[in-house]
Nanobody
Framework: QVQLVESGGGLVQAGGSLRLSCAAS????????MGWYRQAPGKQRELVAL???????NYVDSVRGRFTISRDNAKSTVYLQMNSLKPEDTAVYYC????????WGKGTPVTVSS
């Protein structure tokens, strides 16, 4: 079992920055991949960024160059640095961990005002 707790969301003006954190606990040694997803009102949840065990990262095209995913050496916390935020980045952001089973946090809301 893995438990995930997100933090760092909030209200920011367009062009601003936020840093999301996701603290993992439980069987963290079994985590193969961690990522951030988001769900805007009336839309499906979408992948934003992920980082696999080797450290390789991947991003959805709409955030590449603006967002950076990283994790600490113990792999217990994953971060999402979000720069140059746009109103279309407004969503609830969810942390995900994959150990052959998907685990989800409860989400943290991000609102970007124009």
């Amino acid at each position: 079992q893995v438990q995930l707790v997100e933090s760092g969301g909030g209200l920011v003006q367009a062009g601003g920055s936020l840093r999301l954190s996701c603290a993992a606990s439980g069987s963290i040694s079994s985590i193969y991949r961690m990522g951030w997803y988001r769900q805007a009102p009336g839309k499906q949840r979408e992948l934003v960024a992920l980082i696999i065990d080797s450290g390789v990262t991947n991003y959805v095209d709409s955030v590449r160059g603006r967002f950076t995913i990283s994790r600490d050496n113990a792999k217990s916390t994953v971060y999402l640095q979000m720069n140059s935020l746009k109103p279309e980045d407004t969503a609830v952001y969810y942390c995900n961990a994959f150990t052959y089973v998907n685990y989800w946090g409860k989400g943290t809301p991000v609102t970007v005002s124009s």
